[in-house]
């Protein structure tokens, strides 16, 4: 969430925030506006009313105390009137801070200056590419024909028992995604995360906390009679963890890492792009999240980075960085980085990870703070989180980059332990 000063001493940079996400219309400046001057103008009538009323009410005590019953009976009678104006100006006020409040809401962050202005994925950044795509004397197989051949994973059964999107792992299918659930938060809590796991339903206060809500609505799962939703990543529940909170600035940084089911409509999907595991509506991932100091978000932003990136080293993948343009990169986010690996038989980048950086945005919805000294005012932290990675599409990749002329598929020495197995296809 904006601060509303922002919003009132710098309108001109809320709206093209607006232009370049693509998101909103910059008309909704204007309205929330003049609403503000609305409640503002409401307040300053109430609040003066109530001082007169303050005021007649100490004359009361005076003139009976004069034995002037009259003149204090009238002013009483007068007064009554003004308590039924106050009580209209303060519905009023209620009515139109509400209002306020839920336009505020549906005002993205706005871009740090380093992000560059573009309208879709054409005008991302291509930062970095690591490694080379592997290169085969054969026709490689897509994932999809992997899985069927080696009885990995069972997408039929699963969309007759649930519905498209959600898989069942078989046998070794089962084994890696275990296996990359261990290695991923092995490696996190190697480089100073705190383990966590959380619930896998929150309530609308911490899907708003977030800002999944009101913006991601439609493309969450959600339970009515309960009034909870299942989460669409992990993001929600670790940084709603602290929502409510003042830390010491000693305190500081937090840094959790999570792995959980994610679940998300998807709508809209179709094509290529939802073959096999390249989208689902329920996958695995593991989550690294950073509350951090105002002055050291950035330079978290490129920690929380060399984290994503290290788990692809190892595992040998071929990845690139892309520095998101404005027009896509999400509602809440000052600057994101995406992650994509090389599929090898698809051809194509596949998104592994986001890895963002909210400043105060989230934060203020949360109002998670802290103290700059004991005694201090205390201040808005900023919020981070990337995905560690998520699962489908690195077993894509996997299985894509790593298969042999045979039909086999040798795995990354790294997953050896985990796995228990090093190749699929064969007993080893």
Excluded at 22 to 39: F, N
Excluded at 273 to 298: A, T
Excluded at 327 to 332: A, K, L
Excluded at 371 to 382: F, G, I, K, T
């Amino acid at each position: 969430m904006l601060n509303l000063d922002t919003v009132r001493n710098t309108p001109r940079r809320v709206k093209e925030a607006l232009r370049a996400k693509g998101i909103g219309s910059p008309d909704l400046v204007d309205t929330l506006l003049e609403i503000d001057e609305t409640r503002r103008s409401t307040i300053t009538e109430l609040q003066d009313l109530q001082a007169r009323q303050n005021d007649l009410s100490q004359q009361i005590g005076t003139l009976k105390r004069e034995g002037k019953d009259e003149e204090a009976e009238a002013i009483i009678e007068k007064t009554g009137r003004m308590k039924a104006e106050i009580k209209r100006l303060k519905d009023e006020a209620q009515t139109v801070e509400d209002r306020q409040e839920k336009l505020v809401l549906q005002l993205p962050n706005i871009p740090h200056p380093s992000v560059p202005v573009g309208a879709d994925e054409d005008d991302n950044e291509v930062e970095e590419t690591v490694g080379e795509p592997p290169t085969f004397d054969f026709d490689p197989a897509p994932h999809w024909d992997l899985i069927a051949r080696h009885n990995l994973a069972d997408l039929e059964r699963g969309a007759k028992v649930t519905g498209s999107g959600f898989p069942f792992y078989l046998g070794k299918g089962a084994r890696l995604q275990r296996a990359l659930l261990n290695f991923f938060l092995d490696r996190a809590r190697e480089r100073g995360y705190t383990e966590m796991q959380p619930p896998l339903f929150v309530n609308p206060d911490s899907a708003e906390g977030t800002g999944q809500l009101p913006d991601k609505d439609d493309l969450m799962y959600e339970v009515p009679g309960d009034d909870f939703y299942p989460i669409p990543t992990a993001e929600v529940p670790v940084t709603n963890f602290h929502r409510d909170e003042i830390f010491a600035a000693d305190d500081l940084p937090q840094q959790y890492c999570t792995y959980s089911p994610c679940w998300r409509r998807e709508a809209g999907s179709y094509g290529s792009d939802v073959r096999g595991l390249n989208r689902l509506h329920q996958f695995d991932k593991v989550e690294l999240v950073r509350i951090v100091h105002p002055d050291e978000s950035y330079r978290a932003l490129d920690a929380l980075l060399e984290d994503a990136e290290s788990a692809l080293d190892a595992l040998d993948l071929p990845y690139r960085r892309l520095l998101m343009c404005t027009g896509d990169m999400g509602f809440t986010q000052a600057k994101v980085y995406d992650l994509e690996v090389w599929s090898a038989a698809q051809e194509r980048w596949l998104e592994v990870s986001s890895v963002s950086n909210f400043e105060a945005f989230q934060a203020r919805r949360m109002q998670i703070r802290y103290r700059p000294e004991p005694e201090a005012s205390p201040e808005l932290v900023h919020t981070l989180n990337g995905s560690g990675l998520a699962f489908p599409r690195v077993v894509a990749a996997l299985l894509e980059n790593n298969q042999r002329p045979d039909g086999t598929i040798e795995l990354p020495e790294v997953l050896h332990p985990y796995t228990g197995f090093a190749r699929i296809g064969t007993n080893e």
